[in-house]
């Protein structure tokens, strides 16, 4: 039964812990490896016993610097406040800490925070987190990035392709960075030849190029047919982004890197990428998460969110200018019920909350103590 929201739910109790999640499968990268997921959970109650769940990450480390602020300042500050009112709760959370906030450890903790209070805020309403958020569609296309690692030979490659292409997955995501350019090349043309024109091939460089080196690489790459390159640059390079999209064919993506709604208003403005991969746990959670897609709407460019894949799909299905959901399944040890994936395309869950059916016995033997 739909409940009707109250005049206000205060908060009554906040704790946060981690919990350590094993990769799946190794993954590596042009520029570092995915040890571990650090996974930063918030839990909040309400005065009407309402609970709410929300999560953060890391790929390995800093995760009990997030824990530090969360449980010295942060979670502290949400006794009292309104779990109906997530916009209120982030501003206060996010004032608490202005002099810290603009880098990665405030985006993690302000992100498992929101996430919890929103997750709450669905199970009050009754309302699913996809029709809260906006409800634009239900399911949306999927593309797999667990086959396209760089450590991956060829012939890996080639094969992990094919079989995302028999599962009716949509494309698949390939690094790029080996020392040698016309390696990459062979790697992707490989691929190409393999599934056929009617399937996407992204790239993803992770900021490992300068200006000259992704120019050049998007120059040998355009006889691929690639659906877009991913951080060619440091995420930093705002004018080196904007060079690469005048000079080249192929859609520029980028996003995961950034951790705030004016970072991403930069790239915009100068037409520096063509396709927003915010990450909701490092933008700083599902409040501002929205602003950078509805702000990437006004300027006709598409979101394709980087990981996260669980929390992400309601959210890119929220949005209309929802284009993919990135496949790296990582919560399943944690989880009970897993993405449902029906012809290539993710669906939604009508269940209230973030969508996502926790195994809250497995949560507390992974938990760190």
């Known amino acids: 039964m739909t409940r009707t929201p109250s005049a206000g739910d205060p908060i009554v109790a906040a704790r946060a812990w981690i919990s350590d999640i094993a990769v799946e499968t190794v993954r590596t990268d042009a520029i570092q490896a995915f040890l571990k997921q650090e996974t930063i959970f918030v839990e909040i109650t309400t005065a009407t016993g309402v609970q709410g769940l929300g999560y953060s990450y890391t790929i390995g480390m800093g995760g009990t610097s997030v824990l ?27 004032a608490a800490i202005r002099s810290t906030t603009g880098g990665v450890i405030a985006a993690l903790a302000l992100a498992a925070v929101d996430t919890a209070v929103w997750d709450a805020r669905s199970r009050s309403t009754g309302v699913p987190l996809w029709k809260l958020a906006g409800g634009a569609d239900r399911s949306i296309p999927v593309y797999d990035t667990e086959g396209g690692w760089l450590h991956l030979s060829e012939e890996e490659l080639v094969a992990q392709a094919l079989a995302t292409k028999a599962r009716g997955l949509s494309g698949v995501k390939i690094k790029v960075g080996r020392p040698d350019p016309h390696e990459d090349l062979d790697r992707l043309r490989a691929v190409r030849e393999a599934v056929g024109s009617a399937f996407d091939i992204m790239v993803d460089a992770n900021q490992s190029f300068t200006v000259a080196q992704a120019v050049r690489r998007a120059r040998l790459f355009e006889e691929v047919d690639l ?14 982004h904007a060079a690469l999209s005048q000079r080249s064919t192929i859609p520029v993506a980028v996003g995961e890197s950034l951790y705030s709604i004016g970072r991403f208003r930069d790239y915009l403005e100068r037409g520096a990428a063509s396709i927003v991969q915010v990450d909701v746990a490092r933008i700083g959670g599902i409040t501002p998460w929205l602003k950078v897609a509805h702000l990437a709407e006004a300027f006709g460019v598409d979101v394709a969110p980087h990981f996260l894949m669980e929390l992400h799909l309601p959210l890119v ?6 284009l993919y959901l990135e496949h790296i399944p990582q919560l399943r040890t944690l989880t009970s019920e897993q993405v449902r994936i029906v012809d290539g395309r993710a669906e939604t869950s009508d269940a209230p909350g973030l969508g996502i059916v926790w195994d809250h016995d497995a949560i507390r033997r992974a938990r760190v103590s």
Not at 71 to 89: C, K, M, N, Y
Not at 317 to 322: D, K, L, V, Y
Request: charged residues 20%; negative net charge.
């Open 68 to 94: 530090a602020l969360l449980e010295s300042t942060i979670l502290p500050l949400l006794l009292g406040q309104d779990a109906h009112r997530p916009e209120a709760v982030w501003r206060s959370c996010f």
């Open 227 to 240: 659906y877009w390159f991913e951080e060619p640059l440091h995420a930093d390079d705002v004018s080196g």
């Open 317 to 322: 299905a929220a949005i209309p200018n929802g």
